[in-house]
């Protein structure tokens, strides 16, 4: 059994379904919007399940995974388990939704 939680574990089966290598990832993720701290290094120490990602990049990741719906609730459900103060993760988590629809996959702002 894989000691790690199961959102690294789900992490890192989205990234390879994909086809992308955890640079890629990051660069993907910075692409989508103006947020730092996404490196090739911050992507394996969520799928190590050393760091859960901050409620903007969690958001950022069902864009690029394409997620709705149950899928995304149960991908955000699994990160919250690992992050401290599950409450406080979601209502940030879900006070990042609006500024989804600023981003696209292409890294372009839509106006």
Do not use: C, Y
């Amino acid at each position: 059994m894989d000691p790690r939680p199961p959102f690294a574990v789900r992490l890192r089966q989205f990234r390879q379904s994909l086809g992308m290598t955890q640079a890629e990832l990051a660069k993907g993720v910075l692409g989508l919007a103006p947020v730092p701290g996404v490196s090739e290094v911050t992507v394996a120490h969520w799928e190590s399940g050393r760091r859960v990602p901050r409620p903007l990049h969690l958001a950022l990741l069902l864009k690029v995974f394409q997620l709705d719906g149950p899928n995304a609730a149960v991908f955000i459900r699994e990160a919250a388990q690992g992050h401290e103060g599950i409450r406080a993760f979601i209502r940030s988590f879900e006070a990042t939704l609006p500024k989804l629809g600023e981003v696209d996959l292409e890294g372009s702002s839509q106006e």
